[in-house]
């Protein structure tokens, strides 16, 4: 007889499993590429300062100028993708990242470097746009756009810590051919993916038509929503840059929580971010959403403020009570801004308009290293005060810009959903 926990087991499994095939399909090529970016991320620097001898001053010149490429690419390959069928330019795009990754791990000198890099960008930030393009075709399908990106949010979170374990292997053989299997590794990521997403039917192109290619930039309430979530998006660099430079100079917590707040937030988004995306399906729904998520944050930041000059053991609980109202932000509003963009796109142009979203994140994560160091780190606990009242009061914006957005939707097609 079957026991009680193998029982309980099987029904967590066979609830994991979604029920749509196109979400399987993009899950199983969610969890290969992120397997292969998770370890990536984990040696890259290491492998570049420490193996090939690039000086980090250097890797971060490379890395900003692979940055400012990531800007120009997102619309134009969202365009594409809604040209000539998303799913066929990605698989391309895939196919394109695999050469560039084996290419990656060739180089020996700073020019080439800084040229690979900018190449790997400019691809990357493509790849992120007809890949974003094609989850809302397919979730427009469905019909549960917000769960469909809540669920491979999740499932992405589970393939960088998977990844991350894989290249701490690495690290620990610590040669130079486990950085380079590492890089071989994420390189076979990018074509399984393509592989995997051979299982999706095809998206058919959308036929050509005229002074359509750059409508998204004439849709100047869809252009404020984007600006409005760039500024906002500030927030995910909290976790990577934010808060561990705060912790360890001017907080007298161990440098190891780290480590544990990075571990609260990955754990708490696989667990929670589907449940709590849901009623954020409406274009109104996701707006209010993203306005308490902007709360939330605002008091995150707050809390964080406080963590310096106490105690250790009551900066570990401050930074811990603010590690929870972060994630808390951060899985609202991811919600709300995907219900707010999908929501507002033609559906005849879902495509172009999330690429032009990706375009507002890339940006966003070239500034917001820039803006959090000289806010939380050299200005200390009033440059909190002053990002949690930024973060607060642009998601509080969204609300009527939103709003504005809806009651235009009749000049650049019918919108996905209005609520």
Not at 66 to 94: C, I, M, S, T, Y
Request: positive net charge; hydrophobic residues 55%.
């Amino acid at each position: 007889m079957t026991s009680a926990p193998v029982e309980a087991l099987g029904r967590a499994l066979r609830a994991a499993r979604p029920d749509d095939p196109a979400l399987r399909t993009l899950s199983l090529a969610t969890l290969v590429n992120t397997v292969g970016n998770g370890a990536f991320y984990t040696v890259s620097a290491l492998y570049f300062t420490r193996v090939v001898g690039i000086r980090p001053a250097q890797l971060g010149l490379a890395l900003t100028v692979a940055g400012a490429f990531r800007l120009v690419v997102g619309l134009p390959a969202g365009h594409l993708g809604d040209r000539f069928g998303q799913r066929r330019v990605l698989r391309l795009l895939l196919v394109v990242m695999t050469v560039l990754m084996l290419v990656y791990a060739t180089v020996r000198t700073l020019p080439g470097l800084v040229v690979v890099a900018a190449l790997i960008g400019a691809v990357d930030s493509a790849t992120n746009a007809v890949r974003n393009g094609l989850i809302a075709t397919a979730s427009q399908a469905s019909g549960d756009r917000v769960r469909m990106r809540a669920y491979l949010r999740a499932v992405t979170n589970v393939g960088i810590s998977l990844g991350a374990l894989l290249g701490g292997l690495a690290l620990a053989v610590d040669t130079r051919w486990a950085y380079v299997g590492v890089f071989v590794v994420n390189a076979a990521s990018y074509l399984g993916t393509a592989l995997a997403l051979g299982g999706l039917p095809k998206v058919p192109p959308v036929p050509r038509a005229p002074g359509t290619a750059l409508l998204v930039l004439r849709d100047r309430p869809f252009v404020a929503v984007v600006a409005l979530n760039a500024v906002f998006a500030m927030h995910f660099g909290l976790i990577d840059v934010g808060v561990p430079l705060w912790l360890s100079a001017r907080t007298s917590a161990p440098t190891w929580m780290v480590s544990v707040l990075l571990l609260v937030n990955t754990v708490t988004v696989v667990l929670l971010q589907v449940r709590v995306a849901r009623g954020t399906d409406t274009v109104p729904q996701a707006a209010r959403a993203f306005g308490r998520a902007g709360l939330l944050m605002a008091a995150a930041c707050a809390v964080y403020s406080l963590a310096a000059g106490v105690p250790t053991w009551v900066a570990v609980v401050v930074l811990l009570a603010g590690a929870l109202l972060q994630v808390a932000g951060e899985m609202i509003g991811s919600a709300g801004q995907w219900g707010i963009s999908m929501g507002l796109a033609p559906a005849e142009r879902q495509g172009q308009y999330q690429g032009f979203g990706s375009t507002g994140f890339a940006a966003s994560n070239m500034l917001s290293p820039v803006v959090l160091t000289l806010l939380c780190v050299e200005w200390g606990r009033p440059g909190w005060w002053v990002l949690g009242a930024l973060l607060g009061g642009v998601a509080l914006l969204m609300t009527p810009v939103s709003a504005w957005a809806l009651r235009t939707r009749d000049r650049y097609g019918a919108a996905t959903a209005s609520g």
